[in-house]
């Protein structure tokens, strides 16, 4: 790729996580909030606005930047976001434990506190299966394949999640990200064949797969 295309393509990604953040910064909803539960709710947005990184970073799609640094990237990435949703949720704890509670044991009267929830477990278990990829010696296929279904589970929990939430983010903004986020998902997973596994699985003449 060109210089001023990558210059060009580095620009927008910046523009696309940058952006929901400003106009989220601008909202009159954060006048009479208190700054624990604005904290906690921009590490759910910069949580999102990261979540578009990681299909660009495992799919090799960013100009000037090696498939190897893509995926240390990937990692940290990854990192931060659970450490950006601990934030979150522990935030909103601080600021209505029972909210937090009812949203947990998936008793909240909010749909999208049991969108966020799912879409926490998932990046949770996929943290996790990350870290015991080595240690449980797991094939590249099925971690592969386990991997991805729980990140798809990330990305839906969070999109529904934010699009019923009626907050500080823009509605333009929020949709654009949200809408951003699936296309690189999707994209990411038909270029990588992430699906294979299942081919695999499938019975062949005689039965067996």
Excluded: N
């Excluded at 434990?97 to 999208?112: Q, R």
């Excluded at 009626?166 to 270029?191: N, R």
């Amino acid at each position: 790729m060109s210089r001023p295309r990558a210059i060009l393509a580095w620009a927008s990604l910046a523009a696309a996580l940058i952006i929901p953040v400003a106009v989220a910064a601008t909202s009159p909803f954060l006048s009479y909030r208190s700054w624990v539960y604005i904290a906690a709710g921009f590490a759910g947005i910069v949580a999102l606005a990261l979540i578009l990184l990681q299909p660009l970073l495992v799919g090799h799609y960013l100009p000037k930047l090696s498939a190897r640094a893509g995926r240390v990237l990937h990692r940290r990435v990854g990192t931060g976001l659970v450490c950006l949703v601990v934030l979150h949720v522990g935030g909103l704890w601080l600021t209505s434990p029972p909210d937090v509670i009812d949203a947990l044991l998936f008793v909240s009267p909010t749909p999208f506190s049991i969108w966020g929830v799912l879409a926490m477990w998932a990046l949770f278990a996929a943290a996790a299966l990350a870290l015991l990829r080595k240690p449980l010696r797991i094939r590249p296929p099925v971690w592969r394949f386990a991997h991805t279904a729980l990140t798809l589970s990330v990305v839906v929990g969070s999109v529904v999640h934010t699009m019923l939430i009626e907050g500080a983010m823009g509605t333009v903004s929020k949709a654009v990200l949200c809408l951003l986020v699936l296309a690189a998902t999707i994209k990411a997973m038909v270029d990588l064949r992430s699906w294979a596994l299942l081919k695999r699985m499938r019975p062949g003449p005689s039965g067996r797969p």
